[in-house]
């Protein structure tokens, strides 16, 4: 039988960081500073929220880009960026299905957006080109065979 550590990291964190403080609240005379062991904990498993959101970010970044500049460079490096980022995701997800959700996704977005943009803006591409909202799904930031058409192709 797989653990929870195994199976979903940052689910055993949340559980861990519940299990702690509940403890903690008891009044056990333990040795045990379990306030800042239970915060070290939470700060682990915002670091891996925060990993998975930064590769989003770039891999989002880099479609957009991808979509929307007229550049002929540097496509090859935005492709590459967008291969990493994915496999990052991939290795993360794998150690914390949990994290796989949609939120995570919309969260990356807007900050991706506006990465997008001030990048594209040297292309002549004005901020308002770029969709309000997410225009690829999560099966198609994940998927490694997945590239956008580029607009301004003939």
Same mark, same amino acid.
């Not at 925060?50 to 880099?62: D, F, G, Q, W, Y």
């Not at 979509?67 to 980022?85: L, M, Q």
């Not at 949609?102 to 997008?116: F, G, N, P």
């Given at each position: 039988?797989?653990?929870?550590?195994?199976?979903?990291?940052?689910?055993? !964190?949340?559980?861990?960081?519940?299990? !702690?403080?509940?403890?903690?609240?008891?009044?056990?005379?333990?040795?045990?500073?379990?306030?800042?062991?239970?915060?070290?904990?939470?700060?682990?498993?915002?670091?891996?929220?925060?990993?998975?959101?930064? &590769?989003?970010?770039?891999? !989002?970044?880099?479609?957009?880009?991808?979509?929307?500049?007229? &550049?002929?460079?540097?496509? &090859?490096?935005?492709?590459?960026?967008?291969?990493?980022?994915?496999?990052?995701?991939?290795? !993360?997800?794998?150690?914390?299905?949990?994290?796989?959700?949609?939120?995570?996704?919309?969260?990356?977005?807007?900050?991706?957006?506006?990465?997008?943009?001030?990048?594209?803006?040297?292309?002549?591409?004005?901020?308002?080109?770029?969709? &309000?909202?997410?225009?690829?799904?999560?099966?198609?930031?994940?998927?490694?065979?997945?590239?956008?058409?580029?607009?301004?192709?003939?």
């Amino acid at each position: 039988m797989t653990s929870l550590y195994e199976a979903d990291f940052a689910a055993w !964190i949340d559980q861990q960081v519940c299990a !702690i403080r509940r403890v903690a609240k008891s009044g056990t005379n333990l040795p045990i500073d379990f306030d800042n062991v239970a915060e070290e904990l939470a700060d682990m498993g915002r670091s891996e929220k925060r990993a998975l959101k930064s &590769a989003l970010v770039r891999i !989002i970044e880099h479609l957009l880009k991808l979509e929307f500049s007229p &550049a002929n460079e540097p496509r &090859a490096g935005w492709r590459r960026s967008v291969a990493a980022h994915r496999q990052q995701v991939a290795d !993360i997800v794998a150690d914390s299905p949990s994290l796989g959700g949609l939120e995570s996704l919309d969260a990356a977005y807007d900050d991706a957006r506006q990465l997008a943009a001030l990048g594209l803006q040297q292309d002549g591409i004005a901020d308002s080109a770029l969709p &309000a909202e997410c225009p690829y799904s999560r099966a198609q930031v994940t998927d490694r065979d997945f590239w956008p058409t580029n607009r301004h192709d003939n």
